[in-house]
């Protein structure tokens, strides 16, 4: 058998062996729009292959103007999640931001496609303490997903809405790999064992052809 029949089957054993692995890009949709004191903030799980969201970050430290959560003091409002939100989307924790922070994270155990979390935090900001959507335009957002995914991204400007800001993402880290089925690793090592013991039985050259090889 010539070198290249061999390499045509090595390719096409490993190309059997392969799993075949759906790379899904978790998604969520996350619209800020009017004042942020007065309207909670809300995302949807909106992942194309089933992917739970298992944790969620937001930092303000991005933003050209200082802008803190403001979680102590008159009119300022610790994170609290709306009604229901936490329990049906798995809330792990409900955090105690502490005061003038910039960034917190959650996690959560039972976020499905379709959901939504919406929380209430006071924002502030240098000379502002009524923050719209459009005053975070720049901050960074990630949200990870139960396949090991995550979408990073900031807060950009929506067409059309003046006072709203929403989430793109910018980088999606894929998740893990897929390991091979027992029935897989068998095929492998079956084809791996048929190239071998071709490959013993190929002469090293044959009478009249001094130099070819096969």
Sequence with gaps: MTRLKLSALVAATLALAA???THAKGGVTFLING?????PFSFTNTSDAGER????G????PLPVRTVFDTMGVSSQ???A????????????SPIVPDQAQ???????DFDVGETFSFFIDVDAAGNSTIRGNHLIGARVWFDFSDGSRAEGFLRAVAGQAEASTFVTERFIPGGGVVPEPATWAMLILGFGAVGAMARRRPAHTPGTIGRTW
Excluded: N
Aim: proline content about 3%; cysteine-free; aromatic content about 14%.
């Design 19 to 21: 799993p075949s692995v």
């Design 35 to 39: 004042d942020t004191l007065a309207r």
């Design 53 to 56: 969201i298992t944790g969620f």
């Design 58 to 61: 937001f930092d303000l430290s």
């Design 78 to 80: 610790q994170f609290t």
């Design 82 to 93: 709306a009604q229901g939100a936490a329990a049906i989307t798995g809330l792990v924790a």
């Design 103 to 109: 960034a917190f994270s959650l996690a959560f155990g």
